[in-house]
Nanobody
Framework: QVQLVESGGGLVQPGGSLRLSCAAS????????MSWHRQAPGKERELVAR???????YYADSVKGRFTISRDNAKNTVHLQMDSLKPEDTAVYYC?????????WGQGTQVTVSS
């Protein structure tokens, strides 16, 4: 099993930045891929960014050039640096990881972009 704990959400003004963190209970090298998703009120959950065990990275078009996913192998943590935030980035952000064919999810962290 894998436990994932997100942190770093909060309230930020448009144009501002936040850094989300996802701490895993086991080595992230043992996890096939780690991802950040988000879900805004009344909308479906969407994939924001993913980093594979190989190091390959994927971003949703809506966040390309503004968000950066990275991993700290020593701390078994994946980060999502979010810059130039927009009100439409407001959502609950979830971390997920795929381990032995099963997806694990964190509890989510709220990000609110508002003036």
């Amino acid at each position: 099993q894998v436990q994932l704990v997100e942190s770093g959400g909060g309230l930020v003004q448009p144009g501002g930045s936040l850094r989300l963190s996802c701490a895993a209970s086991r080595s992230i090298f043992s996890i096939n891929n780690m991802s950040w998703h988000r879900q805004a009120p009344g909308k479906e959950r969407e994939l924001v960014a993913r980093i594979l065990r190989s190091g390959s990275i994927y971003y949703a078009d809506s966040v390309k050039g503004r968000f950066t996913i990275s991993r700290d192998n020593a701390k078994n943590t994946v980060h999502l640096q979010m810059d130039s935030l927009k009100p439409e980035d407001t959502a609950v952000y979830y971390c997920s990881g795929n381990y032995i064919t099963r997806d694990y999810w964190g509890q989510g962290t709220q990000v609110t972009v508002s003036s």
